[in-house]
């Protein structure tokens, strides 16, 4: 089932790395990768022995955007019938934590596909953008809400309307990323968190990115009663009994991800 032409896979224990593979084009983001990164995550998302999925992409470019050649002849049909690009949303409503790995360009859909992910690691290289504007397009795979939640209304109106890129500093500033990192270690530090990530409970950590995730969607309130009922889910698994028994112990504890 991982015979895929734009990605490449690799499992390392509990943790996947998907690395995107166009280089032609900058990873553009066309219909096929799009399938195949989300039939991909989907795959993994079900397996039990995978605990966390990095995306990456080259160190030139994480993904320079939808591809613009093959959007360049659609038109307002093409789009509306085919749903453009609404498979991406089955990435987001993935319950297995990814983190995603930028190095270089991020622009367009490659930001956007980024912000798709639950932690966002960047190397000192890395660019963000919504430059559709600069098309005569306006972000599609949710750019203006995302990239608004991140850096605020602010950075966000003025990069959707004038294509303004970010490096990554700028980037880490704004709460865009989580951390900056030299472009040499970025992989092995986007392994580094998903394999801690991947070595916590499974179902705890499911629910954990089910909670944050939840403040964008919600009011306060009701945030915080999601919350308490996922805390009090917790108390369902034997994780919780062996990570509270192995603290009391004075010993690293064994998760058996239920
Ligand atoms: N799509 C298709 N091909 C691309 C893309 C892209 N987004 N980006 C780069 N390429 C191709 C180039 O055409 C070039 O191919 P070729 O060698 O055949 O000419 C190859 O990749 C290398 O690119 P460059 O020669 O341009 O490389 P540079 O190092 O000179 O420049 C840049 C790198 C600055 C990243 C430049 O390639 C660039 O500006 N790319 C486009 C960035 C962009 O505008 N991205 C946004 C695209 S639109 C989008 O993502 C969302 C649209 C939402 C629509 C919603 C519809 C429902």
Known sequence: TESYETIRIERKGRTALLTLDRPKSL????LQVMNE?????????????????VL?????????????????PQS??????????TAWDRLGALRTP??????????GGGCELAMLCDIL????????GQPEIKLGVIPGIGGSQRLTRAVGKAKAMEMCLTGRTMDADEAERAGLVSRVVPAGDLVGEALAVAETVAGMSLPVAMMAKEAVSRAFETTLAEGVRFE???FHAVFATADQKEGMAAFVEKRQPGFTHS
């Open 121 to 128: 690691l960047a190397a000192d290289t890395a660019v963000f």
């Open 37 to 53: 990164i989300v039939a991909a995550t989907a795959d993994l998302d079900r397996d039990p022995g995978i605990g966390c999925i």
């Open 228 to 230: 308490r009922r996922l």
């Open 56 to 72: 990456t992409g080259s160190p030139k470019a994480f993904a320079a955007g939808a591809d613009i050649k093959e959007m360049r």
């Open 27 to 30: 990873n553009a983001l066309n």
């Open 98 to 107: 990814t983190v995603a790995a930028v190095s270089g360009y991020a622009l």
């Open 76 to 85: 307002y049909m093409d789009m509306y019938l085919s749903d453009w690009f």
